[in-house]
């Protein structure tokens, strides 16, 4: 009995050894030499783009895997900045599993940050129910239509009470960068004695430091009450106090008209709102 005892302890032994030769030789065939990742210090590419523009001039080389280069992949992206520059960090690893990583600064050619524009003027009355967010949608050059994106930061709004309150929204594209606007949003008292001021435009963009088109110019019609008499374009006033072309923001345009004849004008001025984005 102690003589079979004694034979499998010498087998196991034997049988330990064995493993530990065979792991000390293939470790030995392994490398500890990590591969070289290498490339140019900065990339510009056109949006959209795909993980294989970002890859372009990086090559990668192993001493015991010969050349990489098919093997190097994207393993991250920082968020983009509004000056639509990013970090790209790249990776490779060889046969021994031995990991290699690179950064590199891309930027994104005539990059423009998410643009939040309106879908509706930006009035209502006290009667009418909203959702602030239904007034405005979001295009971001990278993302496409981000308009679910958009959050409400900040609003004064008393929903009931006619008056003019501020909103301020915020959009973030999937890339990291944001977009904000602020904005006037009118609420009046229901009355069917107010005319209706339809423009030719809501909402228009321009350049800083250019010049807004003449803005009776997007004044389409004004139709008149029921029982009251007809209103000229040229009766409309047109406030542009509020606008500022030498810096960028959120205007408003106002054009105003009182109804005429017999019904009470008290309360009663119309009012349309055009909304000027100056970027």
Known sequence: MRRARLVICIIFVLALAAFMLFYLIGIGKQSADAPTLSGTESLTVKAPFTDEMLLSGISAADKKDGDL???????????????????????????????????????VEDYTSPEI?????????????????????????????????????????TAKVSGEYSVTVEVTSSHGD??????????????????????????????????????SKYLASVTPPQGGEEIALSEVSI???????????????????????????????ATALLTVSVR
């Open 178 to 215: 944001s977009s904000s606007m602020t904005a006037s949003l009118l609420i009046e008292n229901h009355s069917p004695y107010r005319p209706i001021i339809e423009l030719t435009e809501f909402f228009v963009t321009a350049e800083i430091g250019s010049e807004l088109q003449d803005p």
């Open 117 to 157: 524009y309106l879908k509706a003027p930006l009035k209502v009355t006290t009667r009418d129910k909203f959702n602030v967010l239904d007034f405005f949608g979001a295009d971001d050059m990278l993302d496409g239509d981000i308009s679910e994106s958009i959050r409400l930061v900040a609003s004064d709004i």
């Open 69 to 107: 280069t098919s093997k190097v992949y994207v393993d991250s992206v920082s968020s983009i900045t509004d000056s639509g520059v990013f970090i790209c960090t790249y990776a490779v690893a060889d046969s021994d599993g031995n990991v290699t990583k690179l950064e590199r600064s891309v930027t």
């Open 239 to 269: 406030d542009t106090s509020d606008l500022d072309m030498t810096t960028p923001g959120t205007y408003t345009v106002y054009y105003t008209v009182a109804p005429h004849g017999e019904l009470p004008t008290e309360s009663n001025t």
